[in-house]
């Protein structure tokens, strides 16, 4: 595996109505015969997103639909993987916090490093805060 997507990556991905939708699409369709996976909480944030009336208006998912979307990203030619921590949060890393925002960035950076893989990623300030470890999408 090469890359782990941040949640906002793989939601543009497979959501078609999101306005990253094409960019996503096209990063993941490029690169994921190279490998790919997204971290469970990618998996539970992209399934409270598609349920969510606040963001998805009147397209909103029941939790099947939800699911059925993700799992059937993630299959193909090209399967997506799911990572698991294998390790409690690291103090080293998340010593670099400079706030609540910032968690689950460096959450999402130590899975990827857990993984020895790159990040992919359109947040210009994990980008910046994490450029051996990220790849902009």
């Given at each position: ?35 790919w996976g ?100």
């Amino acid at each position: 595996m090469i890359y782990i997507l941040d949640t906002s990556v793989f939601f543009s991905a497979i959501y078609e109505g999101h306005s990253e939708h094409k960019n996503a699409r096209s990063w993941l369709d490029k690169n994921r015969q190279q490998g790919w996976g997204i971290t469970a909480e990618t998996y539970l944030g992209t399934m409270r997103l598609l349920m969510n009336p606040a963001f998805m208006g009147g397209n909103t998912r029941n939790i099947a639909q939800a699911i059925d979307a993700i799992e059937s990203a993630l299959v193909d030619e090209h399967p997506g993987r799911i990572v698991f921590a294998t390790q409690k949060p690291s103090r080293v890393l998340f010593a670099k916090a400079q706030g609540h925002k910032q968690v689950m960035d460096i959450w999402q950076v130590q899975l990827a490093r857990q993984e020895r893989c790159k990040l992919a990623t359109s947040d210009t300030g994990i980008l910046a805060d994490w450029p051996d470890d990220t790849v902009r999408v």
